[in-house]
């Protein structure tokens, strides 16, 4: 991850900090990332729904 892990910070107006995240995870399509990623993993979401499914059985 130290390899490939890049931070910048950039400074933004409140009222746009959802379209600029919207239009990052567009461009980047991050893996983890499943909320408005157009190429979510399908298998991603089912263990994610697994997960929540199982804490709610505790």
């Known amino acids: 991850m ?3 892990l890049r931070v910048n910070f950039i400074k ?3 009222s746009e900090i959802d379209n ?3 239009s990052l995870i ?4 991050p893996l983890v990332n499943i ?6 993993s399908e298998e991603l ?3 994610r ?3 929540v499914d199982y804490a ?3």
């Open 26 to 29: 567009k461009k980047y399509t």
């Open 12 to 14: 933004v107006e409140n």
């Open 49 to 51: 729904q697994r997960c």
């Open 45 to 47: 979401k089912k263990a």
């Open 56 to 58: 709610k059985s505790l």
């Open 20 to 22: 600029i995240e919207d």
């Open 35 to 40: 909320s408005k990623n157009p190429k979510a």
């Open 2 to 4: 130290k390899q490939s």
